[in-house]
Each structure stands twice: as structure tokens, then as C-alpha cells.
């Protein structure tokens, strides 16, 4: 038996997921999951009260269930479980025996569509759906709706469910049950979340108020303006006569210049950049110690397939892929991420994965092979293009810096005017070491030309102008109705919760390739380090946060690292390298 499950329940501006995180929003005292609707392949159809469900209908090895967006309603089944116990209900067990728990969101993702049902509906099952009744819902209870427009809500939801069990009925058998497996961990990682350090929390929080009460004294401003205005910051400028840049925004080259320039000559220009930093630290914190859900720990979004390359992306108010670096006004965040007593993190990364599969994509050997032989990358490919003879030191030299300046910003086609910019070295220099990564690199240039080539062959086919690009594990990533406007070469591929047409060219598919390529590579070996019953609590890039007992840190490290460290069968000619550390706290 296959059942659709989808849960309806409560939601203001106040009472939301993003504000809350799930937990606390399943458990607010205006929370309310008034309605469950249930899609069987065998034709049972309900909708109605999850309490008044007899859930033990749909159980047994032989039920697998469905969700889409699985990482809401595992949980809401999860509160009507709560909730059936404490009213002694019988119907709603603890001990439901289930086959699997899939997300049809997930399954859209690997099928390189939009995630949400209505965009998902539309291109895998040509039917359009209407989230208009969803939008309405908001700030309404069930019992003050009125007839119609319960009715109206009950024809929504029984919907949702039958075009999820349609999406997974039609198209879960080109989901392999390698990527079900991840959907799967990527989830239960979630869910079960990061131990937190509480009193860190609060004394850091404390810290960042006093910062920003410090910051706000020294802006002229602060009483007739919002301190971050940039109207105000303008003025500010013109009145002492320095002229003032395009953007102020953070990490803006101009802007950065500007603050360098004259932050020292004037105090205020330090305390905005200084108060915008605390600012967002403090917000950051007060989330987190908001979504701590009582036993010191917190749960967190995170989407499978988040990317068009299937790369993980953050979501639902926090987004652990991107916590700031080091410290502000003496805080750091990452810190507060910290193991509970008798337990350590161990973390490690896979080093340089995105170089090492553009070389083994390429089929570039004599490449590989100097991989295998020297463990620093840039070492190895320095002595590959002849560019260092072995003698002498090699590491933290100019010659490593400038090697792994090209291997980083060159391996997808980037043209010298950008490299001069990213890089920051001069035009001059920039064009002469273009020309050189491209003379060294003749199977990776070729790879840029066949990619952008078959692209465009798919643009003229008079039948499919879907684009499948081959990938070592077996999977395949799909640009869709590819075509050639003006000689540019354009493709489709999900982007901002929608089908976004794009333009590629031979660098940028490449790209994606390699990016997709390493992604297989990491969520491989995190299957790996799940089997051998290390639990992954958080998943960075190509890093892994382990929890592991304090006693047997080392060795759960080399193990982890070792596992890291061995290519997956599918790839068993590219050599991967991995390093990593053990940490009471979350660092990089």
C-alpha cells in the first residue's frame, strides 16, 4: 500500500515555521493540526481530524508513505502521537510499523523540477494547481471558518494528497534507492538536530547588546535615521566631503575600499559596518536559543537537492550552510554549536573534491596520477604543468598561491578580466596565467568544448530538447528545452521555486558537472559513515559534523577520515583525500 499523508494546521505571522522553526510551531499555544488528508493506491481517501484517523490502517512493512516536504509532516505525525497520548487514544499508536517515509518534493528535485507541488504538478504531471485557497488559510482556525469555505479547504488538501501519491505512482521509479536513502538521512540529520551551548548563547547575546548600544553612540545620525539607512550614510559623507561609494553592501568591492579608505579618519563609518555585523550575529542567536527545543539541542531545515546540481541548501530561518567565520564584537557563533558532556565533534572535510573530479572528468591521467603520489593537490599540479621541479619547499611559497589561485578560478572557463578581479592580480599578469592554465590543461578545455557541444546539438533536435548530462554515479542532471537564441546557448533548470531559463556555454556546464559530480562523491561516502553507526549531526559543503563518544574520538576520526578517503566504486580511479579535526565546539 502507497498513502499520501499531508497535515493542515494553523499559521499567522506570529505562529510560522520560519519565525518558530517546526518544533515550536507544532508546540505553540495557538498551534492547531486540524486536518490530515490520506490517499491510498488502494483507494482510501480521508480527510478529517488526524485524532479520529485509525492510523494502524495504513501500517505494516507493506505501507510506504508519502509526504511532500516530508521534514513538516514527520513531525506533525510526531505531535498528533504526543497529543493521542496524553488523551489515551488508541488509535494514533507510538509503535506504527511503516515500510518508508519518501518526500515527493525531493523526488521533483532529482528530477530536476521545481520542488513545490504546484510547480512539480505542473511539469511532471501537466496538471495546474492553485495554492489560492492555502494563502486564504492563513489567520483562519477551523472552527471559525465557515461551511464553504471548509469545504473549500478539504477539496485543497484532498488534492495535495492525490497528486502526491500521482507524482510518486508515475515517476518514483527513476528515483534510485541510493537518492532515497539521502533524502532520507538528509531528513532524519534534520530533524534530530545540533546540541547547542545555552548559557554561551545568552552571555554572547548579552555581549552583542552592549556592542551595538556601543555602535549606535558613535553614528551621527542615530536619532533622526535608521542607523543602517544609506541615505543617511550619504549625507554623512557629503557633509565631511568624501565621496561616498555605489553600495554600501557587505563583501561590495567598492565598498570595501571605501571603509579601508576612511574608516580610521572616521569612527561612524566603522561603528556601521561594525553594527550591521553585531546585528545580524544577534539575530542569529536570538534564533537559535528561540528554536532550542528544552533538552539543549535545535532542529533545522535543510533541502536534498536544494541546488540543480543536487547540493544541499539551507532553509527555514537558520541556514547552517552558512554561518559567519570567526568572531564579531568578540562572538562566535559556530561556537555555540557545541557537544554535550562525554561526547566530541569529529569533523573532517574532503580536500580539494571540486579539482580532483574536474581532472578525473576530464580523463586528465598523468594528472591523477600526481595526485596520488603527492598529497598536496597544488603541489601535484604544479609539478604536472612543470611549474615546480620538487626541490625545495613547496608549501605557503608564492608559487602554491598562485597555483591554487588557477586551479580555483580557471577550471571553468573564466575569462582573464574576471580572474583580475576575483583573484586580484593585475590584467597583465591575469592574461598570461589564463593562457597558461588553458596550454597546461588541454583535456579540460576539450571537456569545456564536447560539454557546450552537446548542449547545443540537443537544441536542434527536432523531437526532445531536454539536455541529459551523464554523471559517473549513474544519475543524470536535465537541462530542459534547450535552445540557440542569437548564437547564445539557453537552457531551463530550477531556480527561485521555478523553471528559469538560463544562459551556459562549456565552463559553466562544466561547472555543474563537477559540482554535481562531488556532491555524489560526499553524500557517498556520508551513506558510508552512516552505516558504520556514526551519526552525521550537520552536513557543510563537503563537511561532515560527527557526534562521537570522547573515548573513542580518535578512533571514530580514522575512521570517518579513512572513509572519506576512499573513492565510491563508481569512482574508484579518482583519488580523494580527507583531514580533519576533533572539537568540543563547531569550527572550521
Not at 140 to 153: A, G, I, Y
Not at 462 to 475: M, T, Y
Request: with cysteine.
Amino acid at each position: 500500500m502507497i498513502c499520501a499523508i499531508d497535515f493542515e494546521s494553523y499559521y499567522d505571522n506570529e505562529v510560522s515555521i520560519t519565525t518558530l522553526g517546526v518544533y515550536h510551531y507544532l508546540r505553540h499555544e495557538k498551534s492547531d493540526i486540524y486536518m490530515v488528508t490520506i490517499q491510498t493506491d488502494t483507494g482510501i481517501c480521508y480527510v478529517g481530524s488526524p485524532l479520529d484517523f485509525d492510523w494502524r490502517s495504513i501500517s505494516g512493512p507493506d505501507c510506504t508513505w508519502l509526504s511532500h516536504n516530508a521534514q513538516f509532516d514527520m513531525p506533525c505525525f510526531q505531535r498528533v502521537q504526543e497529543i493521542a497520548a496524553e488523551r489515551g487514544l488508541q488509535n494514533v499508536p507510538q509503535n506504527l510499523v511503516i515500510a518508508a517515509w519518501h518526500d515527493t518534493a525531493d523526488l521533483a528535485a532529482f528530477l530536476s523540477v521545481p520542488r513545490s507541488l504546484k510547480e512539480s504538478s505542473f511539469h511532471l504531471l501537466g496538471v495546474e494547481l492553485s495554492k489560492e485557497t492555502r494563502n486564504n488559510m492563513k489567520g483562519q482556525r477551523w472552527e471559525s471558518m465557515t461551511p464553504e469555505f471548509r469545504s473549500e479547504v478539504e477539496k485543497y488538501a484532498i488534492d495535495d494528497a492525490i497528486y502526491c501519491l500521482k507524482l510518486f505512482t508515475e515517476h518514483g521509479h527513476k528515483w534510485p534507492e541510493k537518492e532515497r536513502k539521502i533524502s532520507e538521512m538528509t531528513r532524519t540529520m534534520a530533524l534530530r538536530g545540533v546540541p547547542l551551548d545555552i548559557p554561551g548563547i545568552d552571555a554572547d547575546i548579552e555581549k552583542l547588546k552592549h556592542s551595538i548600544w556601543k555602535y549606535e553612540q558613535a553614528i551621527p545620525w542615530k536619532v533622526t535615521f535608521p542607523l543602517l539607512s544609506p541615505i543617511a550614510l550619504r549625507n554623512e559623507c557629503s557633509r565631511v566631503g568624501i565621496q561616498a561609494p555605489h553600495s554600501f553592501a557587505q563583501n561590495d568591492p567598492e565598498a570595501d575600499i571605501f571603509f579601508e579608505e576612511y574608516a580610521p579618519k572616521y569612527p561612524w563609518i566603522q561603528a556601521v559596518r561594525d553594527y550591521r555585523k553585531a546585528a545580524k550575529h544577534l539575530s542569529t542567536l536570538t534564533s537559535m536559543k528561540t528554536r532550542e527545543r528544552g533538552d539543549g539541542w535545535m532542529t533545522y531545515g535543510l533541502k536534498y537537492g536544494g541546488a540543480h546540481t543536487l547540493r544541499d541548501s539551507g532553509e527555514a530561518g537558520i541556514n547552517l550552510q552558512n554561518l559567519p567565520k570567526g568572531e564579531v564584537s568578540g562572538v562566535d557563533i559556530r561556537a555555540k554549536i557545541k557537544a554535550p558532556k562525554g561526547y566530541t565533534f569529529a569533523i573532517v572535510d574532503l580536500s580539494q573534491i571540486e579539482p580532483r573530479c574536474l581532472h578525473y572528468l576530464a580523463g586528465d591521467t598523468k594528472m591523477l596520477q600526481y595526485i596520488r603520489e603527492v598529497p598536496d593537490l597544488y603541489e601535484a599540479q604544479a609539478l604536472a604543468w612543470g611549474l615546480y621541479d620538487g626541490k625545495g619547499p613547496f608549501k605557503g611559497t608564492p608559487a602554491r598561491h598562485s597555483i591554487k589561485q588557477l586551479a580555483l578560478g580557471l577550471g571553468y572557463g573564466m575569462g582573464h578580466k574576471k580572474f583580475s578581479s576575483v583573484a586580484g592580480v593585475p590584467l597583465v599578469e591575469a592574461n598570461r596565467l589564463t593562457k597558461l592554465y588553458r596550454s597546461k590543461n588541454p583535456k579540460i578545455t576539450k571537456l569545456w568544448k564536447n560539454l557546450e557541444e552537446n548542449l547545443r546539438a540537443t537544441a536542434l533536435d527536432p523531437v526532445d530538447n531536454d539536455a541529459h548530462v551523464q554523471l559517473p554515479s549513474g544519475r543524470k542532471m536535465t537541462y530542459r528545452r534547450v535552445s540557440v537564441d542569437h548564437g547564445g546557448l539557453t537552457a531551463e533548470i530550477p531556480r527561485q521555486g521555478k523553471l528559469m531559463r538560463l544562459g551556459f556555454w562549456g565552463g559553466v556546464i562544466c561547472e555543474n558537472l563537477v559540482q554535481a559530480c562531488a556532491r555524489d562523491v560526499f553524500m557517498d561516502c556520508c551513506l558510508r559513515i552512516e552505516a558504520a553507526g556514526i551519526p552525521i549531526i550537520m552536513r557543510v559543503h563537503d563537511e561532515v559534523v560527527c557526534l562521537v563518544p570522547e573515548e573513542s574520538a580518535q578512533e571514530r576520526l580514522n575512521q570517518i577520515t579513512e572513509i572519506m578517503s576512499t573513492a565510491p566504486t563508481w569512482a574508484s580511479d579518482l583519488p580523494l583525500a580527507a583531514e580533519g579535526s576533533i572539537s568540543k565546539v563547531y569550527k572550521k
